[in-house]
């Protein structure tokens, strides 16, 4: 085995290591819960999850998806995020390379995917201000991070002055954060494909009945243009 392959396989177990820490941010920052206590525990029986029941991915299919103490059904969903957050770092690195700052652009786009899914998953949409903030602390570790600062507040400002009652605080704020790793003339780029692909979902969103209900879950849309102009071209226009 080479010590690329090496390397490929120790960031694959890394994302999917970080993907059970997002299990645990998307369960609990929702309700307002602390994510780093208590441990783990089955929301059926209280039971604390062992070491050996928490694995990546794996634990799901040793226990046939099933907690292990009261057989109550573990959603699909967590080895879904976990295996997915091993992709999104896998495929990061193997575009960005063994660099210095490939950690904090894994992290970031992991931090992007969990942001997405609560947007999508929760009914109220309420993202955390902090989270969306803490784009900002992993996105600024990149060789353009702090020299795209003052475009991602200028581009934020600018959202925030002309912004429409679909677009939240918290939106602007993870779209200033793309700035840092894509750089302005991408992130740009990005917004205009943005506008594409979120029109038609935005335009059911405008019935009534819905709207007054919910807002409108615009994260998802940011991870997934984020990451393709990213892959597509990563700094090709580092301005």
Known sequence: MSEFHLYAIIVFIFGTVFGSFLNVVIYR??????????PSA????????KAKHN???????????????????????????????????????????EVWYVPSIIVFFLLLFALAIIDASEKKNQIPIYLS???????????YGIKNM?????????LYSIKQKSIRKEDILTIGATVLVLGVVNAICM??????????????????E????NTFALTPYIFGATIIF?????????L
Do not use: H
Not at 29 to 38: K, M, S
Not at 191 to 208: C, G, H, N, T
Not at 230 to 238: A, E, G
């Open 29 to 38: 920052v929702p309700r307002g819960e602390n994510i780093a206590y208590p």
């Open 42 to 49: 089955c929301p059926q029986c209280n039971t604390q999850i």
């Open 55 to 97: 694995i990546p991915v794996l634990s799901w299919f040793m226990l046939k998806g099933k907690c292990a103490y009261c057989g109550t059904s573990i959603n699909k969903k967590y080895p879904i995020v976990e295996f997915i957050s091993g992709v999104i770092a896998l495929v990061i690195y193997l575009k960005v390379g």
């Open 133 to 143: 903030l803490a784009l900002y602390i992993f996105g600024a570790i990149s060789p």
């Open 150 to 158: 003052i475009w991602a507040f200028l581009i934020s400002l600018t």
């Open 191 to 208: 917004l205009l494909f943005l506008m594409a692909i979120s029109y038609i979902p935005y335009s059911v969103w405008e019935e009534k």
């Open 210 to 213: 819905y709207r007054e209900q």
């Open 230 to 238: 990213y892959i597509l071209d990563c700094y090709r226009f580092p």
